[in-house]
């Protein structure tokens, strides 16, 4: 049974952006505490805290995984780059704080009005001219852009996090668009868990559509040449996929 105290932990585990696949609440509360929030800078805090009052904050990237990103494009010293899948912007704000002056990033979403949500808190972070934001869907995007041989190995790092059921259709494009030696990172790849779950477990009803494409998808990088995979327990899962060919 559930002390006072563990059911304390299930609710704030709750709160947005608090998406981890840690079996323990405590230990995630910890993480953010210790070393994600007192670190994360004002704008992404604001961004996450104006988020959280919006009816889809569930879609938002976590905290730790903003952290990660941010300092996993500082290390691989990232400078043109592409994000699919918007949102509010948080992941995106994680970028644009951790690349160049004259980096840039090229950023996809069907929906503008969420984004526009969170591009005062960009603008006033001083990152908003680092962004190209297209409004539509990706894919057609992406075909274009494979069309122009100039666009080939552009990019140093992409980060996809958007329609799962596309995201073997955009890996066959993207791995033209990164560079070899530049990175992919796909989202969700652990999706809620649901990669483990027995064939007639009770998943959510879009849980369970997404899930065989994920399933797929996992499948289909683990068995691509072109790459080197790293599969990490962050947020909800991220595919790190580095091209070597
Ligand atoms: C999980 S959210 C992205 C979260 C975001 N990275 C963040 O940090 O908050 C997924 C987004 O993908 C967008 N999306 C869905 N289908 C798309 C498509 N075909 N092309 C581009 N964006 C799409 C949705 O509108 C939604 O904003």
Known sequence: MATNGEQKQESR?????????????ALYQYILETSVY??????????RELTAKHPWNIM???????????????????????E?????????????????????????????ENYELGLPVIEKAGVAHKIE????????????????????GAYDFIFVDADKDNYLNYHKRLI?????????????????GSVVAPPDAPLRKYVRYYRDFVLELNKALAADPRIEICMLP????????????
């Not at 007192?38 to 961004?47: F, I, T």
């Not at 938002?60 to 592409?82: C, P, R, V, W």
């Not at 297209?134 to 122009?148: C, F, I, S």
């Open 176 to 192: 033209d668009l990164v560079k070899v030696g530049g990175l992919i990172g796909y989202d969700n790849t652990l999706w809620n």
């Open 38 to 47: 007192p670190r994360e800078p004002e704008a992404m805090k604001e961004l």
């Open 84 to 112: 699919i899948g918007v949102y509010t912007g948080y992941s995106l704000l994680a970028t644009a704080l951790a690349i160049p002056e004259d980096g840039k990033i090229l950023a996809m979403d069907i929906n503008r």
């Open 13 to 25: 585990h709750q709160e947005v952006g608090h998406k981890s696949l840690l079996q323990s609440d």
């Open 133 to 152: 934001f297209k409004e539509g869907p990706a894919l057609p995007v992406l075909d274009q852009m494979v069309e122009d041989k100039k666009n080939h």
């Open 234 to 245: 962050v947020g909800d899962g991220i595919t790190l996929c580095r091209r070597v060919s």
């Open 60 to 82: 938002t990237t976590s905290a730790d995984e903003g952290q990660f990103l941010n300092m996993l494009l500082k290390l691989i010293n990232a400078k043109n780059t592409m």
